[in-house]
Structure formats: structure tokens, C-alpha cells
């Protein structure tokens, strides 16, 4: 079974998007094919591959248009095992477009249906909203993942969130799950930081992954120079950080997939 794992955040600027790409470029370095879907109109993660001219069809075609299968706009990386489905602005449009349609939340799911067998883990970027883009990724996931930066007032705003998760839990999509949440943009020179961070965990307790992603300006240009973290600063803080955030995402993943097949068999 593929994890297909949604990154979300409804506030912006807190790693979504350096999360998506790096966690997904970490388990292509651990033999895991990958695929990186960019559902942000910013495509923030599509500009750290590829020049916006170089996209044609995008994830607007395929989730706007039943013609257009996800297969045919999935982009190669450098590396071998990296696969993205860009997103572009157009994406924006949907929110309208598909108001009213009756198979709006699930335009995602039907379009991963036939390929999502062909990845072992599927990594979702979602805008900074909790709109019809968050919603299909929440839809289509088996697994939500939740960045969240040390800062105040980081906290406020995940009860959206969660229930916008719980409530696509009771109907649409039973089988999502929180994978963890990740703390980022961590600074331990700061109490804020400090502060957040024993905050976050009396809130989240188990749910909190061990690793914490620290402020690193190696993760901030890396896109700049379209490469990720493990190819720009291998030896950075940043890429020791997502590699062990990889190892912690493949192991809940694996347990739970025990779990799953467990409750299947009882
Ligand atoms: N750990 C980090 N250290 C330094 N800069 C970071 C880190 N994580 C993210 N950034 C920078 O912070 C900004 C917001 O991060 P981004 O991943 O785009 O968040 P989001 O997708 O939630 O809006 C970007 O400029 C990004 O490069
Ligand atoms: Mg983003």
C-alpha cells in the first residue's frame, strides 16, 4: 500500500513546502520511489525543480479536467527515484471552478487511483488554507503530517485543522491518519523556541516527531539553486534533520501498516 502523506498547515510560512520537498527527496535517498505533488497555486514546490516556463500541463489540468491523467504530467528529478506533478497558478481557480461540482473533494483521489501503485510514498504541498486543494489532499491521504514553527501562537489555528481532519475522517475518508507533527524553523537560541516547543508537546504529546527541524539558511537557498537540501549542503544541519525525519516517517508509516493489516485480519 502506498503512504500517500499530506503536508498541512492552514498558516503560511511555517515549512510546508521545505518539509514536502525535503522529506521527499530523503526517502528517494532511502530507495523509496516518490512522488511530490504541488497542490499550492504559489508552486513554490514546483519553482525548486523546474522554471515555470518549462510547465505545461499541471496539477489545474488534471484536477479541473477527467482527460487529463495525473501519469502524463509527472515530471523526473535529478534524482532517479523523485518524481513531481507540478502545480501552477491556475490552481488558484479551482476553489471556483469546482464549487458545486459533486465529486469536487475527490478530484484528487480519483486522479492518484491509477498511478499512485507505481510510488511507495506519495508527499502532498498544500496551500496555506483549508480550502477545496487542502481538503482533496486530506481526501486522497492516507496520512496527514502537520509542520509547525516554534513560534507564538503556532498552535492557534491547528484546531481548524484537526477539525477539518475529523471530519473528513467520519465521512469521506475513514482510514486517514496523523502521522506526527514536526516542529520547524527552530531557533535554540530563543526561548520563544524553547517555549513553544514544551507548549507543542504538552498539546501533541506521542504525536510529536523527536526530530525538530532548526533554522538553517542552507534550507532557504537550496531551492534557489533548484536542488534540495541533500544535494546544495549534504552536511548541513538541515539535511542531517530531514534524513532523520525520513527514518521517523518510514517507521510510523511501517508500524502502522502492521496495525492496519492486524485490524484487516481480526
Ligand atoms: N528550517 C528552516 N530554516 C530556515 N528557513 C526556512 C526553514 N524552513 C523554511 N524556511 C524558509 O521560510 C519560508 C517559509 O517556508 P515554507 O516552507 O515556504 O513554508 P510554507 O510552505 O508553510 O508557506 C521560506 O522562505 C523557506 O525557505
Ligand atoms: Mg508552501
Given at each position: 500500500?502506498?503512504?500517500?502523506?499530506?503536508?498541512?498547515?492552514q498558516?503560511?510560512?511555517?515549512?510546508?513546502?521545505?518539509?514536502?520537498?525535503?522529506?521527499?527527496a530523503?526517502?528517494?535517498?532511502?530507495?523509496?520511489?516518490?512522488?511530490?505533488?504541488?497542490?499550492?497555486?504559489?508552486?513554490?514546490?514546483?519553482?525548486a525543480?523546474?522554471?515555470?516556463?518549462?510547465i505545461?500541463?499541471?496539477?489545474?489540468e488534471?484536477?479541473?479536467?477527467?482527460?487529463?491523467?495525473?501519469?502524463?504530467?509527472?515530471?523526473?528529478s535529478?534524482?532517479?527515484?523523485?518524481?513531481?506533478?507540478?502545480?501552477?497558478?491556475?490552481?488558484?481557480?479551482?476553489?471556483?471552478?469546482?464549487a458545486?461540482q459533486?465529486?469536487?473533494?475527490?478530484?484528487?483521489?480519483?486522479?492518484?487511483?491509477?498511478?499512485?501503485?507505481?510510488?511507495?510514498?506519495v508527499?502532498v504541498?498544500t496551500?496555506?488554507?483549508?480550502?477545496?486543494?487542502?481538503?482533496?489532499?486530506?481526501?486522497?491521504?492516507?496520512?496527514?503530517?502537520?509542520?509547525?514553527?516554534?513560534?507564538?501562537?503556532?498552535?492557534?489555528?491547528?484546531?481548524d485543522?484537526l477539525?477539518?481532519?475529523e471530519?473528513?475522517?467520519?465521512?469521506?475518508?475513514?482510514g486517514?491518519?496523523v502521522?506526527?507533527v514536526?516542529?520547524?524553523?527552530?531557533d535554540?537560541?530563543?526561548n520563544?523556541?524553547k517555549?513553544?516547543h514544551?507548549?507543542i508537546?504538552s498539546?501533541?504529546?506521542?504525536?510529536?516527531?523527536?526530530?525538530?527541524?532548526?533554522?538553517?539558511?542552507?534550507?532557504e537557498e537550496?531551492?534557489?539553486?533548484?536542488?534540495t537540501?541533500?544535494t546544495?549542503a549534504?552536511?548541513?544541519p538541515?539535511?542531517?534533520?530531514?534524513?532523520?525525519l525520513?527514518?521517523e516517517?518510514?517507521q510510523?508509516?511501517?508500524?502502522?501498516?502492521?496495525?492496519?493489516?492486524?485490524?484487516?485480519a481480526?
Amino acid at each position: 500500500m502506498t503512504a500517500i502523506i499530506t503536508i498541512a498547515n492552514q498558516k503560511g510560512g511555517v515549512g510546508k513546502t521545505t518539509t514536502a520537498i525535503n522529506l521527499a527527496a530523503a526517502l528517494a535517498n532511502r530507495d523509496k520511489k516518490t512522488l511530490l505533488i504541488d497542490l499550492d497555486p504559489q508552486a513554490n514546490s514546483t519553482i525548486a525543480f523546474y522554471d515555470s516556463g518549462e510547465i505545461s500541463n499541471s496539477m489545474f489540468e488534471v484536477l479541473s479536467d477527467s482527460r487529463v491523467g495525473l501519469a502524463t504530467v509527472i515530471k523526473p528529478s535529478k534524482d532517479p527515484l523523485l518524481f513531481l506533478a507540478p502545480g501552477r497558478l491556475a490552481l488558484a481557480k479551482l476553489e471556483q471552478q469546482l464549487a458545486g461540482q459533486f465529486d469536487a473533494p475527490f478530484r484528487l483521489k480519483d486522479a492518484l487511483a491509477p498511478v499512485e501503485k507505481d510510488y511507495d510514498y506519495v508527499v502532498v504541498d498544500t496551500p496555506p488554507s483549508l480550502g477545496i486543494l487542502t481538503v482533496n489532499s486530506l481526501v486522497a491521504g492516507t496520512h496527514l503530517l502537520v509542520p509547525i514553527q516554534a513560534a507564538y501562537f503556532a498552535i492557534e489555528g491547528t484546531d481548524d485543522l484537526l477539525e477539518t481532519y475529523e471530519r473528513i475522517r467520519a465521512r469521506p475518508n475513514p482510514g486517514l491518519k496523523v502521522l506526527g507533527v514536526v516542529i520547524t524553523l527552530y531557533d535554540k537560541r530563543t526561548n520563544i523556541s524553547k517555549d513553544t516547543h514544551g507548549q507543542i508537546r504538552s498539546v501533541f504529546g506521542e504525536v510529536l516527531f523527536k526530530t525538530k527541524i532548526t533554522k538553517n539558511v542552507r534550507l532557504e537557498e537550496s531551492p534557489a539553486y533548484k536542488e534540495t537540501i541533500f544535494t546544495f549542503a549534504p552536511k548541513s544541519p538541515g539535511a542531517v534533520e530531514y534524513k532523520k525525519l525520513a527514518a521517523e516517517v518510514i517507521q510510523r508509516v511501517e508500524e502502522d501498516r502492521v496495525a492496519r493489516h492486524a485490524e484487516d485480519a481480526a
